[in-house]
């Protein structure tokens, strides 16, 4: 602890303050706002304006959440290399290029359909890698530089500034597109992409530099991938949250895709009115996550389980809230649609930012310089079951109608597995140790004469 100390000493905090949360928060929106314009726009203009088949931007999409399983690798290379910066800055621009890149084969889909479809690969497996790297690398940094009780307030504060980048961008990328053209496209992609790289290195300046992480100096790390990797799924509380998070955002991805779509055909409505829930939806997600943001930052160092617990009861209102809009399918029109939605998305964002807290959490409870291979590996659960979601989500409605014939029941059959899988989460959640109050745990380490370290908490049966 003595270097920890004298690193203090000399003008380096040990954990990161609220305003280095927030500028770090700007990295994320950084991310969301590039994101934003290669998966959503370019997806519409793949399909409406260059008519090709759904199939492609589909499978692009597909493509870059599958390269994302390359994030433990990223993470430990940060791990090993000691610095997370360079991967963030690296990867912001590695994603920024790459998005332009994507737009830019638009251009030639019409003349050389072969060529733009390589292209649009590689520019997405490129996507992929950025987000992979940055994003990682940007979540270690968080877990090894806040303190426990602000842990639930940072993953609040980075998440919701994500969600505030995608949107800003949408709204003033939307009024530059228009006049359309694949020219304008190009150039509003690469404005973002320059405006996110430069936001980035202004916001992470120095922040790194200027703390130290809440431990002390982290363990040199000598383990190569393989036994790092390895050692990770051998910690029981690791291995445990990977499979939780597998489980739980397949759950949450799975309705992306047939949501509207279920408004349109069960309950008439149009495709404004659809986009409205859609809205409604994510209203309720920023709120979930506020309450949590709050609630866990008030009651964290007196409730060090409060996190678990707001997994728990999210994941378990999200059961329910799919349980109603299984039975709506068979009640429709005469069941209250909106408050369903809006209750829904307030338990999906309660329990999605208390899992980042959580992982923040858990991160650091390995060897002091494991965070990234830890975040690597979570993230690359996340971006698989993303992937698989809004894929399975589709076909397990074509199947069921196939099957019964019976549009209302299809869609009851399908949100009641999802059902089932938010609550096979909640238990998943139940088994988990998280990471005790950090007075408790320094009490403790005091009593028996050492220096504080993580440690975990099982709630009472």
């Known amino acids: 602890m003595a270097g920890h100390r004298a690193s203090t000493a000399s003008g380096n905090a040990a954990g990161l303050g609220w305003l280095s949360i927030v500028r770090l928060g700007l990295v994320q929106a950084s991310l969301g706002s590039i994101v934003v314009l290669t998966t959503s726009v370019l997806n519409r203009v793949m399909v409406v304006e260059l008519m090709l088949a759904a199939v492609i931007p589909g499978m692009l999409v597909g493509l870059h959440y599958g390269v994302q399983i390359s994030r433990p690798l990223w993470g430990h290379g940060s791990d090993r290399g000691g610095r997370r910066t360079p991967w963030i800055v690296g990867g912001i621009l590695l994603l920024a290029l790459a998005g332009t890149a994507a737009s830019a084969t638009t251009l030639l889909f019409g003349d050389h359909f072969w060529l733009a479809m390589g292209l649009a690969i590689v520019s997405f497996i490129c996507i992929g890698l950025g987000i992979g790297a940055a994003g990682t690398s940007l979540l270690a940094l968080l877990a090894s530089r806040t303190v426990l009780h602000r842990k639930p307030a940072a993953a609040t504060i980075v998440w919701m500034m994500m969600i505030a980048g995608i949107v800003v961008t949408a709204i003033i990328s939307g009024a530059w597109l228009d006049p359309f053209s694949f020219e304008r496209l190009i ?275």
């Open 187 to 461: 150039a509003v992609t690469a404005i973002a992409g320059l405006i996110a790289f430069l936001l980035t290195c202004l916001a992470i300046f120095n922040v790194e530099r200027n703390t130290m992480p809440v431990d002390g100096p982290p363990t040199a790390q000598r383990l190569d991938f393989r036994q790092s990797l390895a050692a990770t799924w051998g910690d029981r509380d690791a291995r445990l949250f990977t499979v939780f998070v597998f489980v739980s955002m397949l759950a949450y991805a799975t309705q992306d895709l047939i949501l509207e779509p279920f408004g349109g055909l069960l309950f008439g409505l149009t495709p404004g009115e659809t986009t409205q829930i859609s809205g409604l939806q994510h209203s309720g997600i920023l709120l979930g996550m506020a309450l949590v943001g709050v609630l866990g930052s008030l009651f964290a160092k007196k409730k060090p389980l409060i996190l678990k617990a707001f997994i728990f009861f999210g994941c378990v209102g999200s059961a329910v809230a799919l349980a109603g809009l299984s039975l709506s399918a068979l009640l429709a029109p005469l069941w209250p649609l909106k408050a369903n939605i809006f209750v829904l998305g307030v338990a999906n964002g309660a329990f999605a930012v208390a899992a980042i807290g959580a992982m923040m959490m858990l991160a650091s409870g390995g060897d002091g310089a494991s965070e990234g291979i830890r975040m690597g590996v979570w993230g690359a659960a996340q971006a698989i079951s993303f992937g698989l979601g809004g894929f399975l989500g589709t076909v397990a409605i074509d199947v069921t109608r196939a099957l019964t014939h019976d549009t209302p029941l299809s869609f009851a059959v399908v949100f009641g597995l999802e059902a089932g899988l938010f609550l096979a989460a909640a238990a998943i959640a139940l088994l988990i140790k998280t990471p005790a109050a950090d007075g408790e745990n320094a009490k403790r380490s005091k009593d028996r004469g050492l220096d504080p370290a993580p440690s975990y908490a099982v709630p009472a049966e």
